[in-house]
């Protein structure tokens, strides 16, 4: 499904591996535009059930009005217990399509892309307090370092957080263009683009706390998937593909394989489907290049 909204990447790819029964349950922790989602629920019988997670109040507007489909507006991090409300506590397969939409970089005021001039927002869920604005204004140096380092692996993070430090001394750091202006001398020269974009992943990823977020999503859907359940699971960038590796070859996040206390066999958790990523086609892309960095992941639990 492709809308103004967002465009759905790897469509048939993560269908044909959801494996979609027609009664079962599914879940997709990433509604958006509700491409994935729609495409699914073409698959479902009358008793089939699809939940999906969003926590952008801008894509409950694409709710799907169906009897089937229940759409829940939180972060996926809240899995398990929004599940178990609705009287849930197993799905036959989970489809998570991570990162920011089409809509959320391209809707100026949200500040999540370099291209426009505009507040340092890039909040998910509009409700919460921390914004980009507040962390480059209020964190310490030593903060802005780690998520540098740790979320974006800038080479220069310290010279980058140093910079932040100054220019705010001076004058409060509101919009992108306040923040691209404050950085200019640490920019290199003739990788502009690639900097900033590692540089606005970094806030991005701390203000919406993506990565703890993830971390905790993934435990869960270990949790609710039922035997011979799957996990389907596109990310874009190595933080989340090293966290969907992890829960895929050892079933825990930090990647630590268990071993049978009598005999020392590993333990498994999951069977991989794809030793390799899936990635899109040259014609995908030249569709759509913002899914050009797109890995997609799939697993059976045992």
């Known amino acids: 499904m492709s809308n103004n ?26 509604f958006g535009g509700g491409g994935h989602s729609a495409e699914i629920l073409k698959h479902l019988s009358p ?34 217990n929004y599940l178990r409300l609705h009287g849930i506590t197993k799905v036959n397969g989970i489809l998570g399509d991570l990162g920011v939409s089409s809509h959320q970089f391209d809707e100026a005021s949200r500040g999540f892309s370099i291209r426009f001039d505009a507040e340092l927002d890039m909040r998910m869920n509009q409700q919460n307090e921390l914004t980009a604005k507040k962390i480059v204004n209020e964190y310490e140096l030593k903060q802005l370092v780690f998520i540098f380092k740790e979320y974006a692996e800038i080479h220069n993070a310290a010279k980058l957080a140093a910079q932040i430090c100054e220019a ?33 992943q970094a806030l991005r990823i701390e203000v919406n706390q993506e990565i703890e977020a993830l971390k905790e999503c993934l435990t869960q859907c270990l949790e609710v998937l039922e035997s011979e359940g799957r996990l389907v699971v596109i990310s874009y960038h190595s933080l989340e593909d090293r966290l969907v590796k992890n829960i895929i070859r050892s079933g825990n996040i930090e990647g630590v394989e268990e071993r049978d206390v009598i005999f020392g066999t590993r333990k498994k958790i999951f069977k991989n489907l794809t030793s390799k990523p899936i990635t899109p086609s040259e014609t995908e892309i030249k569709l759509n290049t913002r899914a050009r960095s797109a890995k997609l992941r799939v697993a059976i639990k045992i």
């Open 47 to 80: 008793n089939g059930k699809l939940f999906a997670f969003d926590q952008d109040v801008d894509a409950l507007k694409n709710k799907l009005i169906d009897p089937r489909f229940i759409l829940i507006p939180q972060n996926f991090r809240f899995l398990k």
């Open 5 to 30: 909204y967002h465009t759905s990447v790897l469509l048939k790819d993560c269908i044909d591996n959801l494996n979609i029964k027609p009664d079962e349950v599914y879940v997709d922790l990433t």
């Open 168 to 200: 705010r001394e001076i004058n409060e750091i509101s919009t992108t263009t306040d923040l691209k202006e404050a950085i200019k001398y640490c920019t290199p020269k003739f990788e502009e683009h690639k900097y900033l974009a590692k540089v606005f």
